[in-house]
């Protein structure tokens, strides 16, 4: 499969190269597993701050906030839904009026105790492609790329039995899907998201293709890909008509304004790929690569 990202030369990166891209896809697959599996009772940065308020209770908001790798107004308006559904407790602290101390209420810790098995069991679905030393050397590479330091990762080591290794990686899948999309923000242009990206990228490599396999080529979903696709139309960058063989399907190909735009943030999309591996060590960087397809590959499941 070709997803036809650029590199510094115009060469086409593989879905297998592109970090980015797989990182995208390992978190659609962890939201999937995660919505099988846990349901909709809890999501996964919830389950991170309750975590982190059974093993830190009293914390002030802030804390919990970086323990969740969770932005000051994400944890803000996400503390308010568990206050107001009364899972968690907020008190102003006496010392500084500025700051709030959370704890988990009784039902909190229940609902947390509840779901954790599911939160396991995706885990668990998330690593079973790998052998344990496979299963290890991802973890150690989506550390590197999630930028957790080495007090975040004792913290992790320290949440067993509540939260040991294995369950963190989707954790460290989506903090580090944050990277990356601060990244590209930074380095790309807000003209343009990662998905459409992928989108003109994977046109650019086989123009006239079928708007279902483009969907495909960019992993996305099909109520997704056709709203993306429509604003690429209205924003003259991709090009759609009719199949004359079949009325049903949409063919599509890039506009002349697209191929215009994919080739000047190519250099762009390219520091966003070497910036996300630039912390693990530059000989594991293919090996971590190579893991992280297997776990994209579930998409397919």
């Known amino acids: 499969m070709v997803l036809g990202e650029i590199n510094m030369t115009g060469a086409p990166l593989r879905l297998s190269q592109s970090p980015g891209q797989l990182i995208r896809i390992a978190q659609q697959v962890h939201t999937r597993l995660w919505a099988e599996h846990v349901g909709a009772e809890l999501t996964a940065p919830q389950y991170a701050a309750l975590i982190a308020l059974a093993l830190e209770p009293g914390a002030d908001q802030r804390t919990v906030g970086e323990r969740a790798s969770l932005d000051k107004a994400t ?13 968690v407790l907020r008190r102003r602290d006496p010392a500084d009026g ?18 954790s098995p599911g939160v396991a069991r995706v885990q668990q679905l998330l690593l079973e492609p790998l052998a344990e030393a496979q299963r290890c050397e991802l973890m150690t590479a989506l550390g590197a790329m999630a930028r957790v330091e ?7 080591v320290e949440s067993r039995p509540i939260l040991d290794a294995p369950r963190v990686v ?3 899948i989506r903090v580090a899907q944050q990277v990356h999309t601060r990244l590209w923000s930074e380095l790309v242009s807000s003209e343009l998201t990662a998905p459409q990206h992928a989108v003109l990228a994977a046109l650019a490599v086989e123009p006239g293709i079928d708007q279902r396999t483009v969907g495909e080529r960019a992993s996305l979903d099909k109520a997704t890909m056709a709203e993306l696709v429509s604003r690429l139309v209205r924003r003259g960058l991709v090009l759609r008509r009719r199949d004359p063989a079949d009325g049903r399907r949409n063919l599509l190909a890039l ?5 215009r735009l994919l080739d ?6 390219a520091r966003v790929q070497a910036q996300l ?5 530059a000989a ?18």
């Open 75 to 87: 944890m803000a308006e996400m503390v308010g839904r568990l206050v107001r559904r009364g899972l």
């Open 98 to 115: 500025r700051r709030k101390l959370l704890t988990l209420s009784p039902l909190g810790t229940q609902v947390m105790e509840s779901v």
């Open 150 to 156: 080495e007090v975040g990762l004792e913290f992790l």
């Open 170 to 172: 989707g954790y460290l």
């Open 255 to 259: 506009a002349p304004n697209g191929a």
């Open 264 to 269: 000047e943030v190519g250099p762009g999309v």
């Open 277 to 281: 591996l630039e912390p693990v060590a």
């Open 284 to 301: 594991e960087r293919d090996r971590a690569v190579e893991l992280l397809s297997v776990i994209a590959r579930l998409a397919e499941s």
